[in-house]
Structures are given as C-alpha cells and as structure tokens.
C-alpha cells in the first residue's frame, strides 16, 4: 500500500507561509485522489484540501480559500499544500491522505491511507 510522508510544517507568525510536502511511494491511479487534513487538540480531523488528480478538480474548506492552495508533481509523486497569509486558527497537526477513486472526495472517513503528519504553528 501506498507509504505517505509529510514534511514542511513548522512555527510561523500571523501573516506567514508555509509549504506542506507529501512524498507518496507510488503516484497510481489507485491513489487517484489526495488530500491534505487538520486536526486540532480537542477537534475533530477536518478537510483542508483534496484534489482529484485525473482532472485536477479541487476541493477547500471555506476556512482556507483564497489563502491555501493544493498542487501535484506527478513526476515527484509528491503532493503540495502551499499556506500563505496563515492565522493563529490554522494551528494543528496537517495530515497528508490518499484514496482510490474516480471522483473528489473531501471528508476523512472516506480516505484509508494517512501519513504520520506534519505540525503547524502559527503565532499571533
């Protein structure tokens, strides 16, 4: 199955940036659709982003649009969560998520494949 890793987060102040890497063990049309999830202390596991790689159709939480953006390198096998004006809210552990398919998904309990995540920390 699929191996997952993220890397890139890190502590930034309000207004900051930051690029998530996910590196995938293998960028097949089994893993068809990729995601990017959160989850805060106390807070359930939220859809950050989720992109249907076929066609390249892309979901956001209401919460980051206009500030994340997610990106594929098919020839990297690496999927990218670029955060930019981030607020002290965005604060949590970012999951990298992968699942067959051929459609969009966005809600966690329909991905069976996670990575270890990656922490954010953004400062006010």
């Known amino acids: 199955q699929v191996q997952l890793v993220e890397s890139g987060g890190g502590s930034v102040q309000a207004g900051g940036s930051l690029r998530l890497s996910c590196a995938a063990s293998?960028?097949?049309?089994?893993?068809?659709?990729m995601g990017w999830f959160r989850q805060a202390p106390g807070k359930e596991r939220e859809a950050v982003a989720t992109?249907?790689?076929?066609?390249?159709?892309?979901y956001y939480a209401d919460s980051v649009k206009g500030r994340f953006t997610i990106s594929k390198d098919n020839a990297k096998n690496t999927l990218y969560l670029q955060m930019n004006s981030l607020k002290p809210e965005d604060t949590a552990m970012y999951y990298c998520?992968?699942?067959?398919?051929?459609?969009?998904?966005?809600?966690?309990?329909?991905?069976?494949?996670w990575g270890q995540g990656t922490q954010v920390t953004v400062s006010s």
């Open positions: 998520a992968a699942r067959p398919g051929f459609r969009l998904y966005y809600r966690a309990e329909d991905f069976g494949h």
């Open positions: 293998e960028f097949t049309y089994r893993y068809n659709c």
């Open positions: 992109i249907y790689r076929s066609d390249g159709n892309t």
